[in-house]
C-alpha cells in the first residue's frame, strides 16, 4: 500500500506496483470508504488512475460537509494492486460488548455483510478448536469445505489466522474497533489475503484502568508444571485446554462403566 496526495503521486505509485491497481480514499474521518465512492478498482493505465483520483475526490466531497476543526475527509488515496484471485469473501472482525468485553466476529464479507449477516461470534482468546467451533457456526463454512468441483481452502492456516486476531485482540487493549474485510480466502497455498482493513482506538482521554477487560481470562499457564514419576517418567501437568477433547475421548472410551461412575456421579450423592 503506497499513499499518494496528488494525480501525480498516485500514478508514480500505480507505476512502481505494476498495473493494474486499486485507488482507496485515504482519510482519518471516513472509515467506511465503498459508501461514500471512495474504491476504484481494476484500473489498467496512468489515465484511468488520474479519472479514478477525481472521481473518488468529487465524490467524497459531494457527501460529506467540511469537519470542524480545519480538517479534511479527503487526504489523497492508497494504491494497491489489483488482486484476481477465485476465492470468498470473508470478514474477521472485533467490537466491543457493554457486558463481555472483546467480541470476536467471522463470517461471510464484502459490500453485502450487513446484508446476509452470515457470522458467528466468540470470545476471545482462541485457540485452534474454538476457531474452528467459530466458523462451523456459518453458513459460508460450507463452501469453504469445497463445493461443486471447488477445491478446500486451507482451513487450518484460516484456523491460525483466527488465533492470532484474537491473540492481537487480547494484547492490544486500546483497539476499539477492528475488522479485515474482505479476507480473501481462495484455495492453495497463500490462499489468504487481507484486502482491505480498519481500526478505530479508544480515545485519549480513556484512562487505561478503564479499557474493557475480558470476559475469559487468558489461560492459567501459572499452574503447569513438571513431575517426575518414581518410575522415573517425566511428565507435564497442566489445566485441560479446549483442543484435548479428542484425547478426552479416547481417554473415556477406555474407561469401565464403574469408573467413569465414581468420576462424575459419584458426588451427587
Known amino acids: ?20 491497481v486499486v485507488l482507496k480514499l485515504h482519510s482519518h ?13 481494476n484500473l489498467a493505465d496512468a489515465e484511468a488512475v488520474r479519472r479514478a483520483y477525481r472521481a473518488i ?24 494492486a489489483m488482486v484476481k484471485l477465485d476465492g470468498y469473501e470473508l470478514i474477521v472482525g472485533s467490537s466491543i460488548d457493554a457486558q463481555f468485553g472483546p467480541v470476536l466476529l467471522f463470517g461471510a464479507g464484502g459490500q453485502l455483510v450487513e446484508v446476509f ?7 476471545p482468546p482462541l485457540n485452534t478448536t474454538l476457531a474452528r467451533r467459530m466458523m462451523e457456526q456459518t453458513t459460508i463454512y460450507k463452501a469453504l469445505q469445497g463445493v461443486r468441483g471447488r477445491a478446500s481452502i486451507d482451513l487450518a492456516a484460516l484456523e491460525r489466522l483466527l488465533v492470532q486476531f484474537s491473540q492481537l485482540v487480547v494484547e492490544q487493549r486500546w483497539i476499539k474497533e477492528i475488522d479485515i474485510n474482505p479476507l480473501l480466502a481462495a484455495p492453495g497455498a497463500g490462499g489468504l489475503i487481507a484486502l482491505d482493513a480498519r481500526i478505530v482506538l479508544h480515545g485519549p482521554d480513556m484512562a487505561e484502568d478503564q479499557l474493557p477487560r475480558l470476559a475469559i481470562r487468558p489461560y492459567p499457564a501459572q499452574y503447569a508444571s513438571e513431575w517426575t514419576s518414581k518410575a522415573g517418567v517425566a511428565v507435564v501437568i497442566r489445566p485441560i485446554r479446549p483442543e484435548d477433547e479428542p484425547l478426552m475421548v479416547q481417554f473415556h472410551a477406555t474407561l469401565s462403566e464403574e469408573s467413569v461412575y465414581m468420576r462424575y456421579f459419584h458426588y451427587l450423592h
Open 1 to 20: 500500500t503506497r499513499i499518494a496526495a496528488s494525480e501525480d503521486e498516485a500514478v508514480q505509485c500505480a507505476a512502481a506496483i505494476g498495473y493494474p
Open 29 to 41: 474521518t471516513i472509515t467506511h470508504k465503498t459508501d461514500v465512492g471512495g474504491v476504484q478498482l
Open 57 to 80: 475526490e468529487s465524490a467524497v466531497t459531494a457527501v460529506r460537509e467540511p469537519p470542524a476543526g480545519g480538517g479534511k475527509h479527503f487526504l489523497g488515496v492508497a494504491v494497491q
Open 117 to 123: 449477516r452470515d457470522r458467528a461470534l466468540s470470545l
